[in-house]
């Protein structure tokens, strides 16, 4: 079974910047593409951004311009480098991998912002 493990959440104060990183416990063939999710307390997890396995690259307006995803298909890694964080960036971030007929999702991370 293969999961994804997270890291690189915590506390920052607005202006701020973290780094997530996420990597298989195993390597995933053909994977279609990689992304991170958020959901903050009482919403709806929400697409962040996304990588393809060609490199296309697609981000929620909100982090437009200050979140810039990276992956490596071969390593089955993703990481999200978030700059100028905001206080509306306050979730529980998650990891997703994506093959033709499944699914994987990490156990996600907390990231807050506030000063």
């Known amino acids: 079974q293969v999961q994804l493990v997270e890291s690189g959440g915590g506390l920052v104060q607005p202006g701020g910047s973290l780094r997530l990183s996420c990597a298989a416990s195993?390597?995933?063939?053909?994977?279609?593409?990689m992304g991170w999710y958020r959901q903050a307390p009482g919403k709806q997890r929400e697409l962040v951004a996304l990588?393809?396995?060609?490199?296309?690259?697609n981000y929620a307006d909100s982090v437009k311009g200050r979140f810039t995803i990276s992956g490596d298909t071969a390593k089955s890694t993703v990481s999200l480098q978030m700059n100028d964080l905001k206080p509306e960036d306050t979730a529980v971030y998650y990891c997703?991998?994506?093959?033709?007929?499944?699914?994987?999702w990490g156990q996600g991370t907390q990231v807050t912002v506030s000063s």
């Open positions: 997703n991998v994506r093959i033709l007929l499944r699914t994987y």
């Open positions: 990588i393809t396995g060609g490199g296309y690259s």
């Open positions: 195993r390597s995933i063939s053909s994977i279609n593409s």
